[in-house]
């Protein structure tokens, strides 16, 4: 057994054992931070693959913004995980079967390549050649010639989900209160309170004479 069948028997198992603890950990974060591992082990697979684009657009994509993303919601989210497995025993038949389905399917298209002792021709060929030029370079000079429209559209496609969750999240409700970080940036002291001096509407004196009055009129009408 060369270098490259072990490390990728070791990256397989890796990938194997962080995605059965996906499913089987009992801590929502640490499934993702598996799932995170199953990540760099099929990233690494692809680099064993001499995929180096795929491997990287793997990592940078789903492993440096969807996982993390999923980390931060799961993390700041209060689950309870007694509720989310009280019906696992109840599916877990089924989820048996369908997973021994798979894998029998996996192994029965697996199993023909491993037979195979010699490597194929073209194979060979493209493993001579493939110092010579980068398939990632390839791959984009593929994409930004003919499919360059399919890419523009999906540019196109992604810039307008964009600028319609930003719409979303900027509209304006009537049952919050809204200030402007603007009004609140020029704001200055002297104009936040105004001292008014006014004169007094009656003096001392006449405020005295109207309250007697008014205690004389209350004692008469109680008389």
């Given at each position: 057994?060369?270098?490259?069948?072990?490390?990728?028997?070791?990256?397989?198992?890796?990938?194997?054992?962080?995605?059965?603890?996906?499913?089987?950990?009992?801590?929502?974060?640490?499934?993702?931070?598996?799932?995170?591992?199953?990540?760099?082990?099929?990233?690494?697979?692809?680099?064993?693959?001499?995929?180096?684009?795929?491997?990287?657009?793997?990592?940078?994509?789903?492993?440096g913004a969807v996982?993390?993303?999923?980390?931060?919601?799961?993390?700041?989210?209060?689950?309870?995980?007694?509720?989310?497995?009280?019906?696992?025993?109840?599916?877990?038949?089924?989820?048996?079967?369908?997973?021994?389905?798979?894998?029998?399917?996996?192994?029965?298209?697996?199993?023909?390549?491993?037979?195979?002792?010699?490597?194929p021709k073209a194979?060979?060929?493209?493993?001579?050649?493939?110092?010579?030029?980068?398939?990632?370079?390839?791959?984009?000079?593929?994409?930004?010639?003919?499919?360059?429209?399919?890419?523009?559209?999906?540019?196109?496609?992604?810039?307008?989900?964009?600028?319609?969750?930003?719409?979303?999240?900027?509209?304006?409700?009537?049952?919050?209160?809204?200030?402007?970080?603007?009004?609140?940036?020029?704001?200055?002291?002297?104009?936040?309170?105004?001292?008014?001096?006014?004169?007094?509407?009656?003096?001392?004196?006449?405020?005295?004479?109207?309250?007697?009055?008014?205690?004389?009129?209350?004692?008469?009408?109680?008389?």
């Amino acid at each position: 057994m060369d270098v490259k069948s072990g490390l990728f028997y070791f990256f397989s198992i890796v990938l194997l054992f962080a995605a059965f603890r996906v499913i089987t950990a009992r801590n929502p974060v640490y499934a993702v931070l598996y799932l995170v591992l199953a990540f760099f082990q099929a990233s690494a697979l692809w680099i064993l693959l001499q995929a180096e684009f795929l491997a990287i657009a793997l990592v940078l994509v789903y492993v440096g913004a969807v996982m993390v993303l999923f980390l931060f919601v799961v993390m700041m989210l209060d689950i309870n995980v007694d509720s989310l497995r009280e019906g696992f025993w109840k599916h877990f038949p089924l989820a048996a079967a369908v997973g021994v389905l798979i894998a029998l399917e996996m192994a029965a298209v697996l199993m023909g390549g491993f037979r195979i002792s010699e490597e194929p021709k073209a194979v060979a060929a493209l493993g001579q050649a493939a110092h010579q030029y980068s398939n990632t370079r390839e791959l984009g000079k593929l994409l930004y010639t003919q499919y360059q429209y399919p890419l523009e559209i999906a540019a196109m496609i992604l810039l307008v989900a964009i600028i319609a969750a930003i719409a979303l999240t900027l509209r304006q409700r009537k049952d919050v209160k809204y200030v402007n970080p603007a009004d609140q940036v020029r704001a200055r002291s002297k104009d936040r309170l105004e001292v008014v001096k006014m004169e007094a509407t009656q003096s001392f004196a006449a405020h005295e004479t109207a309250q007697a009055a008014a205690a004389a009129a209350a004692s008469e009408k109680q008389a």
